[in-house]
C-alpha cells in the first residue's frame, strides 16, 4: 500500500509564501516523476509544477518565477515553495507521484488527498 500526504496549507494574505509538503510512503521500490496540481472552485485541475527523478522541473505559466519545486528523494517528499501569493492561486494543491512498487510490476500513479490554499486580498 502507497499513501501521499500532503501538509502546509493554510490562509494567507496576498504576497505572503507558504511551503507545501508532500511525503510518498508504503512499499515504494522508486519514484519517477512528482508533481503538483490545483483546483479552484468550479475549474478543472491544472497542472503548476512538475520535477524528475533526477531534479528537472517545469512550471505553468502563471507560477514562473513565483513557486518553486524541489525534493528529497531520501525521504520520498516534494515541497512546493509558493512566494509572491495572490488571491488567484486559491485552490486546492494536489500532488501526484508516479511510482514503482516492491514486488509489484508497472508504474503506478498515486495522489494525494489535497491540501486547501487561500489568499486573502
Known amino acids: 500500500q502507497v499513501q501521499l500526504v500532503e501538509s502546509g496549507g493554510g490562509l494567507v494574505q496576498a504576497g505572503g509564501s507558504l511551503r507545501l509538503s508532500c511525503a510518498a510512503s508504503g512499499s515504494i521500490s522508486s519514484i519517477n516523476d512528482m508533481r503538483w496540481y490545483c483546483q479552484a472552485p468550479g475549474k478543472q485541475r491544472e497542472l503548476v509544477a512538475a520535477?524528475?527523478?533526477?531534479?528537472?522541473?517545469n512550471y505553468a505559466d502563471s507560477v514562473k518565477g513565483r513557486f518553486t519545486i524541489s525534493r528529497d528523494n531520501a525521504k520520498n517528499t516534494v515541497y512546493l515553495q509558493m512566494n509572491s501569493l495572490k488571491p488567484e492561486d486559491t485552490a486546492v494543491y494536489y500532488c501526484?507521484?508516479?511510482?514503482?512498487?516492491?514486488?509489484?510490476?508497472?508504474?503506478?500513479?498515486?495522489w494525494g488527498q489535497g491540501t486547501q490554499v487561500t489568499v486573502s486580498s
Open positions: 520535477i524528475t527523478s533526477t531534479g528537472s522541473t
Open positions: 501526484n507521484a508516479d511510482l514503482l512498487r516492491i514486488g509489484v510490476p508497472g508504474s503506478w500513479r498515486y
